[in-house]
């Protein structure tokens, strides 16, 4: 059982900034893939970014590159997702997500309480 806790969001005016953060509950394994998706209200849950653990790749949505970077610190088991140049349509509560494994973009296997994150115009 892993479990995640996201903290870090709020409510930011657009072209601002803010940084999430999900810390796993235990140790983590030698391989796996940790990700960061997004649910606005009336909408589909959508990936954001992932990072795995062996070589530290990661991905991006289309809709996040260049304005999002996430990175992790495998001491602290955590994961984070620095978000700059935030827009109003990034307004939505954010999931921090666990799997074994090598990544992908819809099957996860662990999922923290979400986050919300609020852009003003």
């Known amino acids: 059982q892993v479990q995640l806790v996201e903290s870090g969001g709020g409510l930011v005016q657009a072209g601002g900034s803010l940084r999430l953060s999900c810390a796993a509950s235990?140790?983590?394994?030698?391989?796996?893939?940790m990700g960061w998706f997004r649910q606005a209200p009336g909408k589909e849950r959508e990936f954001v970014a992932a990072?795995?653990?062996?070589?530290?790749?990661?991905y991006y949505a289309d809709s996040v590159k260049g304005r999002f970077a996430i990175s992790r610190d495998n001491a602290k088991n955590t994961v984070y997702l620095q978000m700059n140049s935030l827009k109003p349509e990034d307004t939505a509560v954010y999931y921090c997500?666990?799997?074994?494994?090598?990544?992908?973009?819809?099957?996860?296997?662990?999922w923290g309480q979400g986050t919300q994150v609020t852009v003003s115009s």
């Open positions: 990072i795995s653990s062996s070589a530290g790749r990661t």
């Open positions: 997500a666990f799997r074994f494994g090598t990544w992908s973009m819809t099957e996860y296997d662990y």
């Open positions: 235990r140790r983590t394994f030698s391989s796996y893939t």
